[in-house]
Structure formats: C-alpha cells, structure tokens
C-alpha cells in the first residue's frame, strides 16, 4: 500500500491568520471565541476567522494579469478566498511544491469542499431580490399604473386568488399582507403587460451577419440602450431580474476548489466533497484512496466555511446545539451547546516516495487511513453503531488494535452528545488512550472543523507534545469522568507513545474516523 505524506498546508481560523499563527496559538489554552455581530445585541459566541484576503495581492499580482485580485475580490464569497489564503500558505512549506504539482498534469487533483457553503453570499442576493421584487411589485400595483385595480376598486367583487387587503389584517401581519396584495394586483396590471411586450421585442434581438464577436458586443449594445429607454419612458424600478448578480453561479460549492486549480494552474480532477461536519475525513479518504490506486501523484485536498452569520446561527440555536449564554462552553462540561465558527484548511497531500525522492519533506505525521459510514438513522443525534463501525473500519484497515493508540480527538460539541460518544469510544479502546476535545477553542468549524482539529494534532505531534484545551480538570462533566479519566486539560502534555485517533460525526450521521501516526 502506498504511503502518503502531507507536504503543506495552511490554515484560517479564529485568532489565526496562517498555519504559523494557529500553531502559535495553540500553545495557550485560552479560548478563540468572541462576541457575534449580527442580530444585534445578543448572548452568542462564536469562531471568527481572523482574515485579510490582499495578503495575497502580491503572490497573485506575480502570476496573473493586475484585474486577476480585483475580479477575485469583488465576485468571490469569503469561502472562496479564505481557501484561496489557505492554499497559498500551504504552497509554502515545501519549496517548489507549485511547479510539482503542475508538472504532474492530470495526476494532481483538487478536493476542496465545505460544510455549508457559501450561505452569506446566498442570503446577500436573496435579500436583494426579495427588496426589488417588494419594489416592483407596489410600483406596477399601484391604482395610476394598473388599470385593473381602478376597475376593481370601481366594484369590489372578489376576485379568485385575491389576498386580504392589507388595511383588513392584524398590523403585525402587515408586511406580509401588502406583499401577497402588491404581486396579485401586479399580475393583473395590463400596463405590466404592455411594458413586458416591449421589453420581449428588445430581448429578441440576436446577432445577425458580419464578424460574430463584434456583431454580439453590439447587440448587448443596442439592448441596454433600448432597455434604458423602456425604463425611462415608464419610469420604472429595476426588475427584479436584474437584481440578481452573477455572483450566485461564481460562488456554488465547487468554487473554492475549481479557483485553487486556476491559481494552482493545476489541470487533474477538481470537484467538491460535501459531508457536513465530517467533510474533512471524507474529502481526506478520497485523497488518499485516489494516491493509492495510483489515479493521481498529488491531492490538494481541503474544507472551507464562511465566517459565523445570523442563518447559521440562528439555524443551530434552533437544533438546540448553540450555546447562548454569553459564556465559552467547553465540551466535557456542562453539554450547553456548541459555538458556530468559520474558516479554511487546505493540506497538499503526496505519493510519499514520488515526493520525498525530490527532496520533499513530509509535515506533521502520516494519515494511514479513514474509515467512514453512515448511521442512516436520525436527523441529527448520532448512533452508537455508525461512530463504532467507523472506528472498526479504520484500526482494522491501519492494521493497528485498540491497545495500540496513543491518543483520540473527539468530534465533542459541548452537547449531551458527547457523552454517547465518549461510551463510544470506550466500548472499543482501552482506559489508557489519552482524550482531546478542541470546539471550545475555536468553535465548531463545520467542514472546516475537523481539518482543524487534526491539523492541531499533527502539529502537536510533530513538537512531541498534545496542545493544551481550555478544559480544567474540575469542569470536567462528573458522569462523563465515570466512563473514561484521562484527558487532556489545560496543559500540554507529552504525545504518547501509537497512534492517534480523530473521530468527526456529521449532521445526517455522516462519520469519518482517522488514524494517523508519528513518523518512524
């Protein structure tokens, strides 16, 4: 079986601009939470990403024509660039890595995926549209633009599907009901329909003869001066189809990976692996399975989430998994809830002997397997038995038996959770195995998250040593100690001796286990 090494990676967390700065931070068992922005004043922490995307200007301005880092700026979600940032920084820790994984063609892949998308840039839009669609439609309902309403009003007979005049309903119904009583009378307006007919006549303009390039530049031409007039003459608003930019189609879940190829100018298999909250292992798997078979030499394999926003917050608070006290909740404690936190991790995984006969050297410690499984049985409280057969799959897979592990990250979410989960772990690996929990340090990551919490074990590792948690010892949850005693609190401590462990259990019961090991 093929090994595979981790020859760069790079990071954006919370309080962390680059690997240098997360490893650095990782030293103090502080917390790197802090107080959400949005909703207005409020009782939530979550994992910020400390980022700043024209750090990048200049790798970028030495590769690609000046507009490259503007059109990058302006039409790319935070995801995207965040990612972007990551790969970069993951670029230089080996040197001559880039040329590498351009020369290996179609044998260097990009799997770079995430937990929610580009959710920000989604609600951006779709609050646009929904303004200028509230706009169009009290413009063409209005009784002087809409012949209609004037005859209606003339009668008062009900009309089938009409909507409840606003000036009838509860005045906390109020904006929903001049909405429905806007796009009715909208659709009934004749105007709007003479208006629409002349906008078809401008639309159906298509190229005709002579050169095609120079032919179609004048079409678009002519239409948005036609378009200019059309508005002028009703003095209309802005259709709602115009108020939503193309930034939708720039920003779908492959993005992030299909833009690393460009700055990458890597040609290989590129494509988006999405598995919630266990999308790191998955995507790693993939990575690994793929060097393995000999389908590529490289992988650029990675997870990135946007920074916290009211929709996931607001959508976590309401699964009853967000604390919302004000206060950092650690797991293994009180099972609060978890924080919501954004970032990116790339790593740039290789075929060990193709890169170390380069004079690559190899990051961290060795990923030698994952295995993954579903529960296929509830929403979002995971089972015994999916987490359990993972864990299976992947020490059987390793070659490596219970007694053999040295250390375990857990998936923990500061929920009554992970309290199944630490029975979990018991029920397959011995009282000896030394126990990490990480999401009250930088929050819960999504995708991101687990890639986090393994780049944090790798690098602790390669030090000799497990980074401290913010947990005491006297937080520790009482009946969660009667299952298992040794974990590490708020102190480093030396990396034992085997391997490690990294269990990621995602929303639908989606769980992927790791196992790694230091290098011999």
């Known amino acids: ?28 068992a502080e917390s790197w939470l802090s107080a959400f922005q949005g909703f207005g004043p409020n009782n939530f922490l979550v994992g910020n990403p400390e980022f700043d995307f024209s750090e990048y200007k200049p790798w970028i301005d030495a590769r690609f024509p000046a507009t490259r880092f503007a059109q990058l700026e302006k039409k790319m979600g935070m995801p995207t660039k965040m990612a972007i940032g990551s790969f970069i920084q993951a670029l230089g820790q080996n040197p001559g890595l880039e040329q590498e994984l351009q ?15 580009d959710l920000p840039t989604i609600h951006d839009i779709t609050l646009g549209l929904h303004r200028a669609q509230r706009r169009w439609d009290r413009f063409w309902a209005a009784p002087e633009r809409n012949s209609a309403l004037r005859r209606w009003q003339e009668t008062r007979e009900p009309l089938t599907g009409m909507p409840p005049d606003p000036a009838t309903v509860d005045p906390a119904e109020l904006d929903v009901a001049e909405e429905a009583w806007w796009h009715f009378w909208a659709g ?34 002519e239409k948005r001066t036609r378009n ?11 259709p709602p189809w ?30 988006a692996p999405v598995a919630a909250c266990s999308s790191f292992g998955y995507g790693l798997k993939l990575a690994l399975d793929a060097i393995r078979r000999g389908d590529a030499k490289a992988v650029v394999m990675g997870m990135t989430d946007p920074p916290p926003h009211e929709l996931t917050v607001g959508g976590f608070y309401n699964a009853r998994v967000v604390s919302a006290d004000g206060a950092v909740s650690k797991p293994l404690t009180q099972l609060r809830g978890t924080h919501v936190a954004g970032g990116s991790v790339v790593w740039i995984l290789g075929d060990l002997e193709h890169f170390t006969s380069k004079g690559f050297k190899p990051l961290g410690m060795e990923p030698v397997t994952v295995g993954v499984t579903a529960d296929a049985d509830h929403i979002i409280t995971p089972s015994k038995e999916g987490p359990t057969v993972a864990i299976h799959e992947a020490l059987q897979s390793a070659g490596v038996t219970p007694a053999e592990v040295g250390s375990w990250d857990l998936h923990a979410t500061a929920t009554p959770g992970d309290y199944l989960e630490m ?45 401290p948690t913010p947990l005491t010892e006297a937080e520790l949850n009482k009946e969660i100690g009667r299952v298992h005693g040794r974990y590490v609190f708020d102190k480093a401590v030396a990396a034992p001796q085997g391997c490690a462990g990294k269990l990621s259990m995602g929303v639908g019961g989606i769980n992927a286990c790791v196992i790694s090991r230091p290098w011999r």
């Open 188 to 221: 009934q307006s004749p105007e709007l329909r003479e208006y629409l007919a002349e906008q078809k006549e401008i639309e159906g303009l298509g190229v005709e003869g002579g050169n095609v390039e120079s032919a179609k530049l004048a079409v678009i031409k």
């Open 423 to 467: 029975e979990t772990l018991r029920a397959v690996l011995p009282e000896t195995v030394l126990v990490t929990a990480r999401k009250g340090t930088f929050g819960h990551g999504m995708g991101a998250g687990g890639g986090w919490e393994l780049t944090a074990q790798y690098l602790g590792y390669a030090r000799g040593q497990v980074f």
């Open 103 to 117: 020369g290996l063609g179609p044998r260097a892949h990009v799997y770079v995926g995430t937990g929610l998308g």
């Open 1 to 28: 079986m093929r090994r595979v090494g981790i020859f760069g990676w790079g990071v954006v967390a919370p309080r962390s601009r680059n690997i240098e700065a997360f490893e650095k931070n990782l030293a103090s």
């Open 228 to 238: 200019q007039r059309l508005q002028k003459k009703w003095n209309a608003p802005e």
């Open 242 to 271: 115009n108020a939503v930019p193309a930034d939708i189609l720039w920003n779908i879940h492959n993005t992030p990976a299909s833009q690393i190829s460009m700055m990458g100018k890597i040609t290989g298999m590129t494509f």
